[in-house]
């Protein structure tokens, strides 16, 4: 990085990977585009060149910052995973630095809430940690195991990752009437039974009263879940 002759050579060096950080952002946000089939947020590219510029300040300095939800984010957002991982490995590999694991969970964070519009209330930590408490519930409740492999399973979770972003942008579903609620209630009173412990969380948590609506749906995908009942609409 011999841009600067007044510069000694670390300074020239620091300005050159000051500069790279952007065109790696560039690089790992069309990598995102293309295999996520997506089209992210503009504000992303400021938002991950800078968090680039801090994480490789942190390693520099010897700090790690632990991200806890890691297990959350490669289970529920797989697919912005395994983009973080590719993107850390560019990441690492063009700067020249050995950023932590933890650093794919940040970068698909940053995936995840760029598919929203960054002014609303969109979160991916809440929205990972919510996905979370739910599978626990619902898992407790039928004291099954569930397993994101499983296809059913997965449907479930996708579910709950659309539920999460109406949850928290304010979209949530109220327009049928509760048709669905009365006919879910009827046929399937178990079902409804966890939705309602759902939307007692939710309530609890975020103080957010669940319309009817939401609630069965969130009883239909129990029931195909957990009753393997794949005659279900989605």
């Known amino acids: 990085y011999a841009l600067f002759p007044h510069l000694t050579v670390e300074d020239n060096v620091a300005f050159g990977l000051r500069q790279e950080r952007p065109r790696i952002a560039r690089d790992v946000i069309a990598t995102a585009q293309t295999e996520l089939k997506v089209e992210l947020h503009p504000h992303l590219l400021l938002a991950l060149t800078d968090h680039l510029h801090f994480a490789a300040e942190r390693h520099q300095q010897g700090i790690r910052v632990v991200n806890r939800l890691t297990w959350e984010m490669r289970t529920y957002y797989p ?54 408490e739910l599978v626990a519930i619902v898992s407790y409740r039928s004291g099954v195991s569930l397993s994101p492999t499983d296809l059913d399973q997965r449907r479930f979770v996708v579910h709950l990752q659309f539920f999460a972003d109406r949850l928290f942008t304010g979209r949530l579903l109220n327009s049928d009437g509760g048709f669905l609620y009365d006919q879910i209630r009827t046929k399937y009173p178990q079902a409804i039974e966890t939705a309602h412990l759902l939307r007692q969380h939710v309530h609890a948590q975020h103080g957010v009263d669940l319309p009817d609506d939401e609630v069965g749906y969130l009883g239909l995908h129990i029931q195909r879940l957990l009753g393997n009942d794949r005659a279900l609409p989605d």
């Open 79 to 132: 697919d912005e995973y395994r983009v973080g991982e590719q993107a850390l490995r560019t990441v690492n590999e063009r700067l020249g630095i050995d950023l932590p694991e933890d650093e794919a969970t940040n970068i698909a964070f940053h995936l995840v809430n760029a598919r929203n519009d960054p002014h609303s209330a969109f979160d991916a930590l809440r929205a990972a940690t919510l996905i979370s």
